[in-house]
């Protein structure tokens, strides 16, 4: 892959065309996972794009950084910071989307004692001995949208940071104030569908969404042992071709799953749809505002 390729990746729009994999979108939730990380990829991930260039810009990440990479998705962020000139390492639990990541990073270009990795697993534990001594460490899937995330970054923070050189930075992202966040209306359908399945005793409720709260960056850095070195806030609109593509995406990203859970798939796509009927654009496009912030913490 050259360098203007990557680089034509990095910068792709918002608003993204519709590809058809599915011929219902209430099926997402149960398709099989390769489709549904698929529509991670080809829908949902660039999304926080401008949020990953802002932080990287603020960094100043290039040919000196080598970055480890949490939740790293299909790796879009990862071979965003492989056009700057980083070496990237990224670890994810779900195997179709590493399988993904490995297809997007396969044209980076690897030397003999950094090459690109990728790992399966939950957290930075999966990495092997050799790996090097980071001076970056990312953490791009947003806080405040599930119940439990904080404490599952903090965990998966504390078991990357020993693979870190000192005062190395840590990037944390969160949704912005939910006034701020067109989105959050729309997540509020998992929350609402989700009480059904908790107020029936049902088990398995999973990590049904939540409102985010100010402090949810500080208190995931402070709980992995962190120090606060800056913020910033990005405007990351989630643009789509069409309701179809709307539905497709936010489904992909996990937070409905709770809900189809309690209720059923065409259940979750109805009122999904109802949801979204307010940001459809007079072109059928559809457009939400929203705002995420980023924390800059560095390591111990």
């Known amino acids: 892959m050259t360098s203007r390729r990557i680089g034509a990746l990095s910068m792709t ?26 529509d991670w990829a080809e829908i949902q991930e660039r999304m926080l794009v401008p949020l990953y260039e802002a932080a990287y810009a603020r960094l100043e990440v290039g040919p000196a950084t080598r970055l480890l990479g949490l939740d790293c998705g299909s790796g879009l962020a990862l071979l ?29 270009e690897d030397t003999p004692d950094e090459p690109t990795r990728l790992y399966e697993g939950e957290s930075a534990e999966v990495c092997d001995g050799a790996a090097p001594a980071y001076n970056l460490i990312t953490a791009f899937e947003p806080l405040g949208c599930a119940a439990g995330d904080s404490e599952g970054l903090a965990a998966a923070l504390t078991s990357a940071i020993p693979l870190a050189e000192r005062g190395s930075a840590v990037v944390l992202v969160g949704w912005g104030p939910p006034e701020r966040c ?20 049902g088990g398995g409720a999973g990590r049904g969404w939540r409102p985010a709260l100010r402090d949810d ?45 309690a209720t059923d798939p065409a259940q979750v796509e109805k009122e999904l749809v109802e949801a979204l009927h307010p940001h459809v654009r007079r072109d059928g496009t559809v457009w939400m505002s929203n705002v995420f912030r980023y924390l800059i913490a560095r390591t111990p």
């Open 13 to 38: 729009p918002t608003l993204v065309r519709h590809h058809r994999h599915h011929a219902n979108a209430a099926s997402a939730p149960t398709a099989d996972a390769g489709a549904r990380a698929r």
């Open 80 to 108: 965003i910071a492989a056009s700057r000139g980083a070496r990237v390492t990224g670890v994810e639990a779900d195997p179709d989307r590493v399988a993904l990541a490995r297809e997007r990073l396969s044209g980076t």
């Open 182 to 201: 067109a989105t959050s209306s729309v997540l509020r359908v998992a929350s609402r569908l989700t009480e059904t399945l908790r107020a029936t005793g």
């Open 217 to 261: 960056l500080e208190d995931a850095a402070s709980r992995a042992g962190l120090k606060p070195d800056g913020s910033g806030r990005v405007a990351c609109p989630f643009g789509y071709a069409d309701m179809d593509s709307a539905v497709r995406g936010l489904l992909s990203t996990g937070l409905f799953d709770a809900a189809v859970r």
